[in-house]
T-cell receptor
Framework: DQQVKQNSPSLSVQEGRISILNCDYTNSMFDYFLWYKKYPAEGPTFLISISSIKDKNEDGRFTVFLNKSAKHLSLHIVPSQPGDSAVYFCAASVRWGNNRLAFGKGNQVVVIP | DAGVTQSPTHLIKTRGQQVTLRCSPISGHKSVSWYQQVLGQGPQFIFQYYEKEERGRGNFPDRFSARQFPNYSSELNVNALLLGDSALYLC???FGTGAMNTEAFFGQGTRLTVV
């Protein structure tokens, strides 16, 4: 049972433009959401997180938006840079539980110079 | 500051064999979790350990076991290996759990190939 879903497996975007990645979840107990970036042959690298008490969190070029009623979150990267080319994973957890992370399948992002 | 370190980075085993993977968390982190990532999928939770106690277990068979040592390092053991166990095994460390939790930071993973 896939509790975290990432559709549109791949995304190509021109350098300097905005990349938008979407993520949906089904478990209403999730209260903490994270985005990770992964290069080949490396482990996932933490990018940004958001607690369910917020609807937006910003860190430099990365902004995550959370819509709890729709059980939907998105990651905006602006401006996109060639180094952003990677697989992006959305993850969710119940922070007051054992904080196991449930991951989506990932989105491949290619930034075209 | 050293990040999460895992060993070995690559491993080839034969069906039926046993394997032990190792993980050292970030200094000061007391929680270690293990994940399995097969090609084309996101990481799947296997175990979480905090203060040497198992705090969570994913939907994996009893062939998978783990432990955490007093220095907070951890081992993942897989017995009677199957071809389907071929995957990238990821270790993640975080400061605590529940209210004390922080973001999980991952190691580079161990690529296990079962032939």
């Amino acid at each position: 049972d896939q509790q975290v879903k990432q559709n549109s497996p791949s995304l190509s975007v021109q350098e300097g433009r905005i990349s938008i990645l979407n993520c949906d979840y089904t478990n209403s107990m999730f209260d903490y959401f994270l985005w990770y970036k992964k290069y080949p042959a490396e482990g996932p690298t933490f990018l940004i997180s958001i607690s369910s008490i917020k609807d937006k969190n910003e860190d430099g070029r990365f902004t995550v938006f959370l819509n709890k009623s729709a059980k939907h979150l998105s990651l905006h990267i602006v401006p996109s840079q060639p180094g952003d080319s990677a697989v992006y994973f959305c993850a969710a957890s119940v922070r007051w539980g054992n904080n196991r992370l449930a991951f989506g399948k990932g989105n491949q992002v290619v930034v075209i110079p | 500051d050293a990040g999460v370190t895992q060993s070995p980075t690559h491993l080839i085993k034969t069906r039926g064999q046993q394997v032990t993977l190792r993980c050292s968390p970030i200094s000061g982190h007391k929680s270690v979790s293990w994940y399995q990532q097969v090609l084309g999928q996101g990481p799947q939770f296997i175990f979480q350990y905090y203060e040497k106690e198992e705090r969570g277990r994913g939907n994996f068979p009893d062939r998978f076991s783990a432990r955490q040592f007093p220095n907070y390092s951890s081992e993942l053991n897989v017995n009677a290996l199957l071809l389907g166990d071929s995957a990238l095994y990821l270790c993640a460390s975080s400061f605590g759990t529940g209210a004390m939790n922080t973001e999980a930071f991952f190691g580079q993973g161990t690529r296990l190939t079962v032939v």
